[in-house]
């Protein structure tokens, strides 16, 4: 199983997608990056869409880092860039991200767009089905039956005491949402 566990959770917490579509949207920014990252070892159409494109997505990347560091602070958390792989906090990933696009700049500015008619926009698309078969073939998941799916259950620290925001990233137990009504039942 892919380890992106902290990826998913942080866009089921956006609140616009559901448990089930997160997996299927998580996958496709995942092929998606996979295939702008593999696009940069060729020379078809990099200064036209290539660069823009990585640009684009590492500025929208930065403005939900920017909305996560606003409501639960810059040191807090894992920011889920590489699942639970890597923690990383979301101020270094800003940081990081914002470093890249200065040499993305610097690369536009500096790097030469083949002439008119040389491109192969084929071997592009390519590249982007290639990477999402990939993803989807490569590492499946079990996709959801009903709309009441299993959502993750996420447990806060049992330090009460502490005025910090808990990493909410931490996955401890899955359970179907009728499993933790029950259980709440049963803790009354």
């Given at each position: 199983?892919l380890?992106?566990?902290?990826?998913?959770?942080?866009l089921?917490?956006?609140?616009f997608?559901?448990?089930?579509?997160?997996?299927?949207?998580?996958?496709l920014?995942?092929?998606?990056?996979l295939?702008?990252g593999?696009?940069?070892?060729q020379?078809?159409?990099?200064?036209r869409i290539?660069?823009?494109?990585?640009?684009?997505l590492?500025?929208?990347?930065?403005?939900?880092?920017?909305?996560q560091?606003?409501?639960?602070?810059p040191?807090?958390?894992?920011?889920?860039?590489f699942?639970?792989?890597?923690?990383?906090?979301p101020?270094?990933?800003?940081?990081?991200?914002?470093?890249?696009?200065?040499l993305?700049v610097?690369?536009?500015k500096?790097v030469?767009e083949?002439?008119?008619g040389?491109?192969?926009?084929?071997?592009?698309?390519?590249?982007?089905?290639?990477s999402?078969?990939?993803m989807f073939?490569?590492?499946?998941?079990c996709?959801?039956?009903?709309?009441a799916?299993?959502a993750p259950v996420?447990?806060?620290?049992?330090?009460?005491?502490?005025t910090?925001?808990?990493?909410?990233?931490?996955i401890k137990?899955?359970?179907?949402k009728?499993?933790?009504?029950?259980?709440a039942?049963?803790?009354?």
């Amino acid at each position: 199983m892919l380890p992106i566990w902290g990826f998913e959770k942080q866009l089921y917490d956006l609140g616009f997608i559901s448990w089930c579509q997160t997996k299927y949207l998580s996958h496709l920014i995942i092929a998606f990056e996979l295939a702008t990252g593999l696009a940069f070892l060729q020379s078809n159409y990099l200064k036209r869409i290539i660069i823009p494109s990585t640009i684009f997505l590492l500025i929208v990347f930065n403005v939900y880092l920017s909305v996560q560091m606003y409501r639960f602070g810059p040191t807090m958390g894992n920011c889920g860039c590489f699942g639970q792989l890597i923690p990383i906090t979301p101020i270094a990933e800003f940081i990081k991200n914002f470093l890249t696009i200065g040499l993305l700049v610097y690369l536009y500015k500096n790097v030469s767009e083949k002439p008119k008619g040389k491109n192969n926009f084929l071997f592009i698309l390519l590249l982007l089905f290639g990477s999402a078969f990939f993803m989807f073939f490569a590492f499946p998941f079990c996709p959801c039956e009903d709309e009441a799916p299993a959502a993750p259950v996420f447990v806060a620290p049992q330090d009460s005491a502490s005025t910090q925001k808990a990493d909410t990233t931490q996955i401890k137990d899955t359970l179907k949402k009728t499993d933790s009504i029950d259980s709440a039942k049963q803790n009354k």
